[in-house]
């Protein structure tokens, strides 16, 4: 599972990120009376409303969505996002009808959707990073949800939402009216790993790095004494992509290891305490400038891919894919996608997570103090807002275990395409601590009876399955893409846990709504920086970075500095 876009997607996800719009079938009765089941109406019967109850009447809904490939390999080849299996469920289920206005790749969804802001052609149910929010609050567009939330939340989402005290719930609420659905998670999962091929460093006899010095004498390697043994110069060293910041596949980890701390993914800047107390904006870091010199570096001597600055992340997951590349930055998630379509292309593929290197021992990742950059929100037209409400209650309820044989990525289900939802804040560390519970206990089944059946079952089955060899259920990369990522002690959630006991993290200490002039400028200074940096990286000087940091500062970042510590003060004074 990719989270970011969780993703991205959080971020975006990264984790991915999606936006999603209903509205009434009854077109222009769009800002009309709300229908028999509007929160109005139940609100006035004696019955209590159903967190799941079936529309008397169909209520079309419609999405724009920005999506990736499917990760779990088993869904049908040439399924689209309108074919996605959970809509019928979803039409049986609550009357629910789901027509996308428009649906784009993941990379394309950002200027698609900046578009579709800039002409006020937005849906009615919408999942925003906090920039379009405070944008969409500050034009008065979004709907008062408290009633909706109220009425029809299921006792499984109000269970997740109160889980921090409300206080994300809080934090989107605004004159007394909540505004957004907070997908908040463990901000842990934000953490980067380094992700290494294992059977390249047995064929070049080489350890696996602990240091910066000891990276780059592995990708050296990697580049030059034919890793793979095929006979060919057919590989690179460090996976990279044109966005330096993003929520995978990016270095956010690579910066880390020299003490640098300029993002938290998804285009956001990162801010750290100085000695004084004070926040400071680690993008302007001179230890990003030292990560940049090393970059430029690696990038001449071909350690780099020399096409990054052309390249998505799905290019970079069809070299991962293809076996050119044996490093690569990212996040607890990786063997579920895509190091799993490596391994099954590549049966010798073997790779291990390692805490990132550093410059004299391993090195600490950056971890958000909250993790919530995916809210839901609602259209001020739309009348029937708490349909987006009971669609996250029909998510979360597709976790039951009587939909385990039914919910199946090869019959169509594709998750990651299915909008709003929102997860268990607490659902990875579920999974890992279910099933290796069943796991040391040598159970044959799970005996976790909640809405978290599904995803801990699927894992222990998969872990059952490759530590058997058994490959009648999926392929080997499937099962172990599963277990490796959630539940194997040494794999993604495994090591991250162990960077969290040993406090080897750095923390964001930003974690408020964007600023007024971040909200303003900070596209601006988001493409200055990705500019800059590039043109360091392909060979221009490294005093360009000086000239970045005294733009950056006259053009918005001195004010955005000022805005965050007066957000700091008031943090304190609490």
Known sequence: MKWTKLAKMMLISTMTLSVMAACSNQGNESEGTPNKT???????NTTPPDPLGKYPETVTVTQVLGYNPPEDPRTPQGITPEQNAYFKDLKDMLNIEVQYKWTVPSSQFEQKFSLAMASADLPDIMELDQKNFEKLKKQDMLADLTQAYNDFASPALKKY???DGGFAMKTFTSDGKLLAIPGFEDPFLSTQLLWIRKDWLDNLKLQPPKTMDELEQVARAFVQQDPDQNGKNDTYGIAMQKNLF????????????????????????????????KLIPGLIQPEVKTALGKLQSWYKEGILDKEFALKDENKSVEDITAGKVGISY???WYPNWPLNLNVDKDPKADWIALQIPGLGGPGKSMVPKIRSNKLVVV?????????????INFYIEMGNKKYMDQNKAEKGYVYNWFNPRIYNPAQIETIYTEVNKALDANQTEITLDDENYKNVADVFKAAKDYLAGNTANASKGVNWGQYFSRAAKDGGWGMTRQIKENQAYVNNEFYGLPTATQVEKGSQLDKLMQETFTKIVMGASLDEFDKFVQSW???GGDQITQEVNDWYGQQGAK
Not at 379 to 391: L, S, T, Y
């Open 38 to 44: 509007s929160a109005e109406e139940a609100n006035s």
């Open 161 to 163: 939402m109160e889980s």
């Open 246 to 277: 993003f929520w995978g596949f990016d270095l956010r980890g690579f910066f880390n290891g020299f003490g640098a701390y300029p993002s938290i993914g998804d285009n956001q800047s990162a801010w750290i305490k100085d000695d004084s107390g």
């Open 330 to 332: 990212g996040e607890w």
């Open 379 to 391: 259209n001020k037209k739309m009348k029937n807002p708490e349909a987006a409400i009971k669609m």
């Open 553 to 555: 500062k006259s053009l």
